[in-house]
């Protein structure tokens, strides 16, 4: 079994609609982040985790939200969705050796009309 | 703000051909890390490099970084048709990566 998925694999919706990201993970991680990926310019950061109690905005956080349901569950959402949002979104996780090597889940594909 | 530019961003190459991608980065970090990522598919760690002169080689790949140019290499040895995928060096800021924009590569007979 992987060990960090994302539900849904795909999603398209459409503009104003509300949408939830999950992702959850057996690696036994504290550390968990959401990226979004566009063609061209690479991965940038979302939000990010490093424990339950603890949220951060990373540089593109607007228009998103998060919620550290429990240390495996780290949910992403949109809560009024835009065309310009359409993108791969990754989470991942990591641990807090000095290593930070960071374990990616395989995708959400959102497409929004 | 930690940026980290690649180049080149596109690279079609001949196999059993040589080449090397370049990693550069904007600020003092000594965690560098290299992925790579098939059309559709997430990312695939190839290499962690944590102190400066680390060198690392996996197959026709190998991967180095000089910590004091801030700049990482990812040197590709006789490609093969196998190798073509995309590429992205990324940097530790202190809380999260900060990759590149990638390099894609396509190695054709």
């Known amino acids: 079994d992987a060990d960090v998925t994302q539900t849904p694999r795909n999603r398209i919706t459409k503009t104003g609609k509300r949408i939830m990201l999950e992702c959850s993970q057996t690696?036994?991680?504290?550390?968990m982040y959401w990226y979004r990926q566009d063609p061209g310019l690479g991965l940038r950061l979302i939000y990010y985790?490093?424990?339950?109690?603890?949220?951060n905005k990373g540089e593109i956080s607007d228009g998103y939200s998060v919620s550290r349901q429990a240390q495996a569950k780290f949910s992403l959402s949109l809560e009024s969705a835009i065309p310009n949002q359409t993108a791969l979104y990754f989470c991942?996780?990591?641990?807090?050796?000095?290593?930070?090597?960071?374990?990616f889940g395989p995708g959400t594909r959102l497409t929004v009309l | 703000e930690l940026k980290v530019e690649q180049n080149p961003l596109f690279l079609s190459m001949q196999e059993g051909k040589n080449y090397t991608i370049y990693c550069n980065y904007s600020?003092?970090?000594?965690?560098l890390y290299w992925y790579r990522q098939d059309p559709g598919k997430s990312l695939e760690s190839l290499f962690v490099?944590?102190?400066?002169?680390a060198v690392k080689q996996e197959g026709r790949l190998m991967a180095s970084l000089d910590t004091k140019a801030r700049l990482s290499t990812l040197h590709i040895t006789a490609a093969v048709h196998d190798l073509s995928a995309t590429y992205f060096c990324?940097?530790?800021?202190?809380?999260?990566?900060?990759f590149g924009k990638g390099t894609s590569l396509l190695v054709t007979p």
């Open positions: 985790s490093f424990d339950v109690k603890d949220i």
């Open positions: 490099l944590l102190s400066n002169g």
């Open positions: 991942a996780t990591s641990d807090e050796t000095s290593v930070h090597e960071q374990f």
């Open positions: 690696k036994g991680h504290d550390r």
């Open positions: 600020t003092t970090s000594d965690r």
């Open positions: 990324a940097v530790y800021s202190g809380y999260a990566l900060n």
